[in-house]
């Protein structure tokens, strides 16, 4: 995943996008592992951690306006 520096300096919309992108991919990851398909439990941990960090920036943003 991007770095954190990487991160905070894309814009909101940006940020956005890739909020949706990571939830459809977690959606996906989560979507195989229930279906039988691989078990990948670390890369659905990385995708949620990516998830929290976005909605920490944006949530930052919100907060000095």
């Known amino acids: ?3 954190i520096k990487r991160l905070n300096e894309m814009s909101s919309q940006d940020l956005e996008k890739e ?3 990571l939830k459809s ?6 979507f195989n592992g229930v ?3 691989s078990d990948n439990k670390i890369k659905a941990r990385e995708v949620k951690k990516n998830i929290a ?3 920490t ?6 907060n000095v306006k």
Not at 25 to 30: A, G, P, V, W
Not at 57 to 62: D, G, K
């Open 53 to 55: 960090r976005v909605k």
């Open 1 to 3: 995943m991007k770095n």
């Open 57 to 62: 920036i944006l949530s930052q943003r919100e």
């Open 25 to 30: 991919e977690l959606f996906k990851i989560r």
């Open 19 to 21: 909020l949706v992108e």
């Open 35 to 37: 279906t039988g398909g």
